[in-house]
T-cell receptor
Framework: EAGVAQSPRYKIIEKRQSVAFWCNPISGHATLYWYQQILGQGPKLLIQFQNNGVVDDSQLPKDRFSAERLKGVDSTLKIQPAKLEDSAVYLC????????????????FGPGTRLTVL | GQNIDQPTEMTATEGAIVQINCTYQTSGFNGLFWYQQHAGEAPTFLSYNVLDGLEEKGRFSSFLSRSKGYSYLLLKELQMKDSASYLCAVRDVLMNSGGYQKVTFGTGTKLQVIP
């Protein structure tokens, strides 16, 4: 089974520039997550999709960040314009389904995109 | 919201046992995960607890007490390759969301295994 795919793996930009990240979740996984992980910290949820609908984007800085999952499969996360504090690893994860009766529902993470803003 | 606390760093000796603690506060608790994350890599799933008690999986065990808001990850027979960050993550049900669940991660405990 193929894992979660992300691209690019690394990106270096200057502040005020724009950048986009792409994620392809595991086939059949309904839930997709974007996390921001700053060095030395745990992953922070930016946005969670259930199929192509947004479940939670409460921690997404909406003035500069946007994300979409138009067909309920792959997703893009965009930052426009970037700031120095956006330097982090952006992790995409997916899980099979929202089912409270099925407890485990583990998240599977992609390799991440390491963003450096200069 | 959620508040998750775990130690920032720990050091242990190869072959020994180490316990990594995690305390949490949440309103709609529906499970606790432990993930391992090697430097520069993505987190990988280690264990899951939703009921009180101990879950054992090889050299790794995880314990949960829901009444105390407390969990620990126990690593036995430590190996050098166990040097990594260990992330405690709590899942709860989002309010007014139709039952959707949110997972919040702690800051992670960086474990260094020394010879």
């Amino acid at each position: 089974e193929a894992g979660v795919a992300q691209s690019p793996r690394y990106k270096i930009i200057e502040k005020r520039q724009s950048v986009a990240f792409w994620c392809n979740p595991i086939s059949g996984h309904a839930t997709l997550y974007w996390y921001q992980q700053i060095l030395g910290q745990g992953p922070k949820l930016l946005i969670q999709f259930q199929n192509n609908g947004v479940v939670d984007d409460s921690q997404l800085p909406k003035d500069r960040f946007s994300a979409e999952r138009l067909k309920g499969v792959d997703s893009t996360l965009k930052i426009q314009p970037a700031k120095l504090e956006d330097s982090a690893v952006y992790l995409c994860a997916s899980s099979p389904q929202r089912n409270l009766a099925k407890s485990t529902d583990t998240q599977y993470f992609g390799p991440g995109t390491r963003l450096t803003v200069l | 919201g959620q508040n998750i606390d775990q130690p920032t760093e720990m050091t242990a000796t190869e072959g020994a046992i180490v316990q990594i603690n995690c305390t949490y506060q949440t309103s709609g608790f529906n499970g606790l995960f432990w993930y391992q994350q090697h430097a520069g890599e993505a987190p990988t799933f280690l264990s899951y607890n939703v009921l009180d008690g101990l879950e054992e999986k090889g050299r790794f065990s995880s314990f949960l007490s829901r009444s105390k808001g407390y969990s620990y990850l126990l690593l036995k027979e430590l190996q050098m390759k166990d040097s990594a960050s260990y992330l405690c993550a709590v899942r709860d049900v989002l309010m007014n969301s139709g039952g959707y669940q949110k997972v919040t991660f702690g800051t992670g405990t960086k474990l260094q295994v020394i010879p």
